[in-house]
């Protein structure tokens, strides 16, 4: 090469390094002018490891080929090589047909698990672990109430910011549940610094886990997963991760069939602005109702309020056809269900009445069990007026319901004593001054005699009691609900019909 040559290129080289500098104005480089910073090897090069190759800094030219393959490329924890892996490599090896269910259900959630894994460069191994968790059930609940894919308990759940209420449970949500657990799994992970710790943690609590590592710590002895004293649900849980990671890594060795998952979204979050029924959302969507909801578990009821829930999942085909269909709409009104707080506590029947709807409809649609009130400040779903708006955010987000038991009263007379006014009257009973009033037909301000007799609608067991201690004298049982307006007895049995209370009936007290 001569000289005029050598000049050229280090001119050339000269120029190139001037593009990539910062600019004289002192700013720094924007988005679209700065260049990549190149990394040159120093000293021999050598060929990459086969782990090395999988690294996220190493892009491949072609995608994998199906999803399994990507999840296997992803695998990033160590391997755990005991008799209890056998042991559950065995216990599903033998089980084709759960293996077969359990993947087919999974096949619409895994590829957005593993999206979020990738995107914060987590080991893919943990997109097996709702197989062990809940068979990728998102409508799985544990003896001990755990709930969902990933198995929040209600306090983790509430901790992880997954609401539960009347109307939804985000830890069956597929994003929020995932978020959440992810979220989860690396605190415990920066905790131990240990992939094996941090799922025994995930399994029997972070305090647990560091409780037996510091009694190993005590004991000179070692720290690691298969060195800690443990219950045998945790012993055996990473080997069950472990020998689900090795049926995937090598489905033939094990004589799996796995579904084809391909390597592309299962499903679109889409956005929705107003109160929607779920009947509706499945009719301009074009899919089954049961298919809709099983990428939308957390929905407790027939409606979907926009203000707690403003997205909903759809098959990724079948997002576009929504979208379409609901601009396209216009036979009415979005939702047929509403929510309405009640002002005080009240029966089933009072409840079902102002609602405009039959009490068993009002018990259906409320899960409300028999025998019970409503109290006051519960969230009802009832039909949808024509004048009533959508849900506010507050109510979507925080609603509940709440029951106390309806109580059986008796009525009882009862004797003043020296000195008793109406208020002390009721303050010994624990009822109101008012109902004592009504009663007996007196005026608030009625003064009262030594040994007058007044009528009270008691509990049962503090009219029993009232009856033993001479008192006052046992009457006729009074089942009645706390705003009824007449109350039907049961007659003593010596008696061959029913009777009515009089003077327009009785409502009945509970202990508070």
Not at 82 to 103: G, H, K
Not at 154 to 175: H, I
Not at 456 to 483: E, F, H, I, W
Request: glycine share 6%; hydrophobic share 40%.
């Amino acid at each position: 090469m001569n000289l005029r040559h050598i000049l050229l290129l280090c001119s050339a080289l000269w120029l190139a390094g001037c593009a990539t500098t910062t600019p004289t104005d002192g700013t720094a480089p924007n988005a679209s002018t700065a260049s990549v910073t190149s990394h040159i090897p120093q000293g021999p090069l050598s060929p990459l490891s086969n782990k090395s190759a999988r690294g996220g800094k190493v892009a491949s030219l072609t995608p994998p080929a199906d999803l399994w393959e990507r999840i296997r490329n992803g695998f990033a924890m160590p391997d755990l090589e005991q008799d209890l892996v056998q042991n559950q490599e065995q216990w599903y090896s033998s089980r084709p047909d759960y293996i077969q269910r359990m993947t087919e259900r999974s096949s619409k959630y895994l590829f957005y698990i593993v999206e979020e894994l990738e995107r914060r460069d987590m080991p893919t191994e943990l997109a097996l672990l709702p197989y062990i968790e809940s068979a990728f059930n998102p409508q799985a609940v544990s003896s001990a109430k755990a709930a969902g894919m990933w198995q929040f308990m209600p306090a983790t759940g509430t901790y992880f910011d997954l609401k539960q209420n009347s109307f939804r449970d985000d830890r069956r949500d597929v994003m929020a549940s995932t978020r959440a657990a992810l979220d989860y799994l690396q605190k415990l992970y920066n905790m131990f610094g240990d992939w094996h710790l941090a799922l025994a943690a995930y399994n029997w609590g972070e305090g647990s886990v560091g409780r037996a590592i510091k009694r190993n710590q005590t004991l000179g002895l070692g720290t690691g997963y298969t060195e800690l004293n443990m219950p045998a649900e945790t012993r055996n849980y990473v080997p069950k991760l472990q020998a689900v990671k090795n049926i995937i890594a090598q489905p033939g060795r094990f004589s799996a069939q796995l579904p084809l998952i391909e390597n592309h979204p299962y499903f679109q979050a889409v956005e929705i602005t107003r109160d929607i029924d779920v009947a509706l959302v499945a009719k301009l969507a074009d899919v089954r109702e049961e298919d809709f909801r099983a990428l939308n578990p957390s929905f407790h009821k027939p409606v979907i309020l926009a203000a707690g829930t403003p997205q909903i999942l759809l098959p990724w085909d079948n997002a576009k056809v929504f979208r379409r269909n609901l601009e396209a709409y216009d036979k009415g009104q979005h939702a047929s269900w509403t929510v309405w707080v009640l002002p005080r506590t009240m029966s089933v029947a009072d409840a079902a009445q102002r609602a405009g709807m039959s009490e068993y409809d009002l018990r259906t649609a409320n899960n409300i069990p028999p025998r019970m009130l409503i109290k006051s400040g519960s969230a009802l779903m009832i039909p949808r007026t024509g004048e009533a708006g959508d849900v506010s955010g507050q109510v979507a987000d925080t609603a509940s319901i709440a029951f106390a038991p309806e109580v059986t009263t008796r009525r009882s007379t009862v004797k003043a004593r020296k000195g008793d006014t109406i208020i002390s009257i009721a303050r010994r009973y624990n009822v109101s001054s008012s109902d004592v009033v009504s009663w007996n037909d007196l005026r608030p301000n009625a003064s009262l005699r030594s040994g007058q007799s007044l009528t009270m609608y008691l509990p049962a067991r503090v009219a029993a009691s009232v009856a033993s201690s001479g008192n006052g004298r046992q009457q006729t049982v009074t089942k009645v609900s706390r705003n009824s307006k007449t109350a039907v007895k049961a007659v003593p049995r010596n008696e061959g019909k029913t009777a009515v209370a009089q003077k327009g009936g009785t409502p009945s007290k509970r202990k508070r």
